[in-house]
């Protein structure tokens, strides 16, 4: 059973991890430009950071209550900023944002609870 939690920690990561890259690309700075997004050449690039030290402090299990704390601070503006469903008025945008708002309220969720919890097994604790 002491694997699932790892197994656990691998795939919530994962997202993390490999998107933070894009955060440094023209494209999604511009992206969350014209979202609204003050200081995205700034802001964006700190976001990729947040979002990859979190995502490696829960994979490997170190400090993940702190990894978990980053990820929290990176979902609440992100989600609130940038899939705003009830500002759309093209139906289908509607329906791409809301699945992104709830997709990120669930890693919100993953988010607080391993800031309760922590790691679990298999990592490398403190």
Same mark, same amino acid.
């Given at each position: 059973?002491?694997? @699932?939690?790892?197994?656990?920690?691998?795939?919530?990561?994962? %997202?993390?991890? /490999?998107?933070?890259?894009?955060?440094? /690309? +023209?494209? /999604?700075?511009?992206?969350?430009?014209?979202?609204? @997004?003050?200081? +995205?050449?700034?802001?964006? +690039?700190?976001?990729?950071? !947040?979002?990859? @030290?979190?995502?490696?402090? %829960?994979?490997?299990?170190? =400090?993940?209550?702190?990894?978990?704390?980053?990820? %929290?601070?990176?979902? @609440?503006?992100?989600?609130?900023?940038?899939?705003?469903?009830?500002?759309?008025?093209?139906?289908? !945008?509607?329906?791409?944002? =809301?699945?992104?708002?709830? =997709?990120?309220?669930?890693?919100?969720?993953?988010?607080?609870?391993?800031?309760?919890?922590?790691?679990? +097994?298999?990592? !490398? =604790?403190?």
């Amino acid at each position: 059973m002491k694997f @699932v939690a790892l197994l656990g920690r691998i795939f919530y990561s994962l %997202i993390f991890i /490999t998107s933070a890259l894009q955060h440094f /690309t +023209p494209g /999604t700075i511009a992206y969350a430009a014209n979202a609204g @997004v003050p200081l +995205p050449i700034l802001l964006v +690039p700190c976001a990729g950071i !947040m979002a990859f @030290v979190g995502g490696c402090s %829960i994979l490997f299990g170190y =400090k993940a209550r702190w990894g978990a704390l980053l990820l %929290i601070l990176f979902l @609440v503006p992100v989600t609130l900023m940038m899939h705003q469903f009830w500002e759309s008025s093209d139906p289908a !945008m509607e329906s791409m944002q =809301k699945i992104m708002f709830f =997709k990120n309220l669930s890693m919100l969720g993953g988010a607080l609870l391993i800031s309760y919890f922590g790691s679990g +097994p298999l990592s !490398m =604790k403190e």
